[in-house]
């Protein structure tokens, strides 16, 4: 990754002149953003909706139907031989890669059963998943996405967002194309997400994301889904070791079986 190449470089370089870090924005270059330079900025969080305490997914309510991603070329006859195959093995279709791996965006946002902590911070909040442990890092100071050239993709990408009074807009893109859109479903790299994240009107206790995903080259038109989740203030999340009792063998072609 270029940007940390160059971020190490100029570390090395400061610290062989003597230099001191900036301990505020203000004595800082342009690009030093308040998430890394947090001092001074704190008071402005009091603003922010309530969002304490863990999120915990609600699932949809029974005969619920949710729009489904409207696949299309590759991505849909793949799909289609996918579901062939769970059909023809009752289900048993070979993992690919480890279920140590976690999903990624967007499928973390739809884990059920481990919940979800925001941390506000000055320029960032950062969510913190129970799920694999977890981190994802929405910088709200401003910053623009990366050129294309200067980051790597990742399981979260790269999300930037900022507040409209109690919503957090999110709009994240350079997400790994190994990261499922859906089971049995992938994504291209072009995939690009927005999400609108609120308390329910009425209800501060029901948190809202409402997603929009789009893919000009996997989807044929935007995939418009949402979750809600309900709020425990006197709960904290569990530590979540995936390997300690990882059961699931991966074998030269990748795929997990059971032991």
Same mark, same amino acid.
């Given at each position: 990754?270029?940007?940390?190449?160059?971020?190490?470089?100029?570390?090395?370089?400061?610290?062989?002149?003597?230099?001191?870090?900036?301990? *505020?924005?203000?004595?800082?270059?342009?690009?030093? !953003?308040?998430?890394?330079?947090?001092?001074?900025?704190?008071?402005?969080? @009091?603003? $922010? /909706?309530?969002?304490?305490?863990?999120?915990?997914?609600?699932?949809?309510?029974?005969?619920?139907?949710?729009?489904? /991603?409207?696949?299309?070329?590759?991505? $849909?006859?793949? !799909?289609?031989?996918?579901?062939?195959?769970?059909?023809?093995?009752? =289900?048993?279709?070979?993992?690919?890669?480890?279920?140590?791996? /976690?999903?990624?965006?967007?499928?973390?946002?739809?884990? =059920?059963?481990?919940?979800?902590?925001?941390?506000?911070?000055?320029?960032?909040?950062?969510?913190?998943?129970?799920?694999?442990?977890?981190?994802?890092?929405?910088?709200?100071?401003?910053?623009?996405?990366?050129?294309?050239?200067?980051?790597?993709?990742?399981?979260?990408?790269? *999300?930037?967002?900022?507040?409209?009074?109690?919503? $957090?807009?999110?709009?994240?893109?350079?997400?790994?194309?190994?990261?499922?859109?859906?089971? =049995?479903?992938?994504?291209?790299?072009?995939?690009?997400?927005? #999400?609108?994240?609120?308390?329910?009107?009425?209800?501060?206790?029901?948190?809202?994301?409402?997603?929009?995903?789009?893919?000009?080259?996997?989807?044929?038109?935007?995939?418009?889904? *949402?979750?809600?989740?309900?709020?425990?203030?006197?709960?904290?999340? $569990?530590?979540?070791?995936? #390997?300690?009792? @990882?059961?699931?063998?991966?074998?030269?072609?990748?795929?997990?079986?059971?032991?």
């Amino acid at each position: 990754m270029q940007s940390r190449y160059w971020l190490a470089v100029a570390f090395v370089s400061i610290g062989c002149a003597g230099a001191a870090w900036p301990d *505020s924005a203000a004595d800082s270059s342009e690009h030093a !953003y308040p998430a890394a330079f947090p001092k001074g900025h704190y008071a402005a969080l @009091n603003a $922010l /909706p309530d969002w304490g305490g863990i999120w915990t997914l609600n699932f949809p309510a029974r005969g619920a139907k949710r729009e489904q /991603p409207a696949l299309k070329g590759k991505y $849909l006859t793949d !799909y289609q031989s996918w579901v062939r195959e769970v059909k023809a093995t009752h =289900g048993n279709v070979p993992h690919q890669g480890s279920y140590c791996r /976690p999903p990624g965006m967007p499928g973390i946002m739809g884990v =059920g059963q481990y919940p979800i902590e925001f941390l506000f911070t000055p320029g960032r909040v950062t969510m913190h998943f129970e799920a694999w442990m977890q981190w994802r890092n929405i910088f709200t100071d401003g910053r623009k996405h990366p050129d294309a050239d200067d980051f790597d993709p990742t399981f979260y990408g790269d *999300s930037i967002g900022h507040w409209e009074g109690g919503t $957090l807009v999110v709009d994240t893109i350079g997400v790994k194309t190994i990261t499922p859109l859906g089971m =049995g479903m992938a994504h291209s790299a072009q995939m690009h997400i927005i #999400e609108r994240i609120h308390l329910a009107n009425g209800d501060p206790n029901t948190l809202l994301d409402e997603m929009t995903v789009e893919d000009p080259v996997a989807l044929e038109q935007p995939w418009h889904t *949402s979750f809600t989740y309900h709020r425990s203030r006197d709960m904290n999340l $569990l530590e979540f070791i995936c #390997e300690e009792n @990882n059961r699931n063998p991966v074998n030269q072609q990748g795929q997990t079986g059971f032991e």
